[in-house]
């Protein structure tokens, strides 16, 4: 029997690179395309001599060719990061919809399943909480998260439009927060930034006074989230995201504990349109397939900052005797 084969869009950023990881262990052979705005060829360093591995330097809001078959696509390019689509808003809006109508025509002349990495950020700041997959979201479309939000909200919708037009085997997941070794410590977002001041014992920026919420997934529950949604018949949207809710102020104060940092916090003025809750309703995922996150935030965390410490170690920020809690 031939191997499988999956093409994953953003293979060198932070989850691409662990889905990459993931299927190569499974025995699949893995084709990773990424034009390196925000991956990381770190990221797939560990594996990129593999010889069912095949990386391409490509951007996917240009036109894709591929010769041989394709059996599963997964599209995970775009900046995630509010630092990154404030930086690079004409690219996030383009991959969300050009890439996105790219990727969708390759798996339709493929006849591959295809997979759409959508966001929580789909539901903007919500007025329900939970939020579940049946919520249509509070989404300011011409705000500072508006490139981000509606390239995703476009690309759900000429996602379900290749299904119902084309009978493309399609499937969304929606992602909450997620967290882990890959992730760049110029990101932005909280763990990274909070890790990577804490060690250096620098002031952790808290926004506001620190009572919005997040839920934090860390990296190997998405990735079996993801595999799961893959091989189901459920096509979605799905959520998948940790449901264990915490304030950003609570994070920061169990980051600093945990790193045995001098740091404090400092609190700086709440941005536009930040949302206030971020909670996943993830009965869908749970009650179809058995999936739910099980990797307890102290665990994740613990292997986090590990990586985030040798990072900065290799950068010349920290030294060997830094303290850092094992």
């Known amino acids: 029997m031939a191997e499988k084969i999956v093409l994953i869009t953003g293979g060198a950023g932070f989850i691409g690179s662990h889905l990459c990881e993931a299927f190569l262990k499974s025995?699949?052979?893995?084709?990773?395309?990424?034009?390196?705005?925000?991956?990381?060829?770190?990221?797939?360093?560990?594996?990129?001599?593999?010889?069912?591995?095949?990386?391409?330097?490509?951007?996917?809001?240009?036109?894709?060719?591929?010769?041989?078959?394709?059996?599963?696509?997964?599209?995970?390019?775009?900046?995630?990061?509010?630092?990154?689509?404030?930086?690079?808003?004409?690219?996030?809006?383009?991959?969300?919809?050009?890439?996105?109508?790219?990727?969708?025509?390759?798996?339709?002349?493929?006849?591959?399943?295809?997979?759409?990495?959508?966001?929580?950020?789909?539901?903007?700041?919500?007025?329900?909480?939970?939020?579940?997959?049946?919520?249509?979201?509070?989404?300011?479309?011409?705000?500072?998260?508006?490139?981000?939000?509606?390239?995703?909200?476009?690309?759900?919708?000429?996602?379900?439009?290749?299904?119902?037009?084309?009978?493309?085997?399609?499937?969304?997941?929606?992602?909450?927060?997620?967290?882990?070794?890959?992730?760049?410590?110029?990101?932005?977002?909280?763990?990274p930034e909070f890790i990577a001041q804490a060690l250096l014992g620098q002031p952790l920026p808290v926004f506001g006074e620190g009572k919005q919420t997040r839920s934090f997934c860390y990296i190997d529950d998405l990735v079996e989230g993801i595999q799961k949604v893959l091989f189901s018949d459920l096509n979605g949207p799905v959520n998948l995201g940790n449901p264990n809710e915490m304030t950003i102020f609570a994070l920061a104060e169990l980051i600093i504990e945990m790193t045995q940092s001098k740091s404090h916090i400092e609190f700086k003025p709440l941005p536009k349109d930040d949302p206030k809750v971020r909670q996943p309703d993830t009965r869908l995922a749970r009650e179809t397939f058995g999936w739910e996150p099980r990797v307890p935030l102290r665990e994740g965390l613990k292997k986090t900052i590990h990586y985030f410490r040798e990072q900065l170690i290799a950068l010349g920020k920290l030294t060997e005797s830094s303290s850092f809690t094992r």
């Open 27 to 191: 025995g699949f052979r893995v084709i990773a395309v990424d034009n390196m705005i925000t991956g990381n060829e770190n990221n797939i360093r560990s594996f990129r001599n593999d010889p069912r591995f095949c990386f391409v330097h490509h951007d996917v809001s240009k036109e894709i060719h591929f010769a041989d078959a394709i059996d599963y696509i997964l599209h995970f390019a775009s900046p995630a990061s509010p630092i990154d689509y404030h930086t690079y808003p004409i690219q996030t809006l383009k991959v969300g919809s050009l890439g996105t109508h790219n990727a969708l025509g390759l798996a339709k002349a493929k006849n591959a399943t295809f997979l759409l990495a959508s966001t929580s950020e789909v539901y903007g700041d919500p007025l329900v909480h939970p939020q579940s997959e049946s919520y249509w979201g509070n989404v300011n479309p011409v705000g500072p998260r508006g490139v981000y939000d509606e390239a995703k909200r476009f690309a759900e919708a000429i996602t379900m439009a290749y299904r119902n037009s084309h009978h493309v085997n399609t499937k969304i997941i929606r992602i909450f927060n997620t967290y882990g070794p890959r992730m760049r410590l110029s990101d932005g977002r909280a763990i």
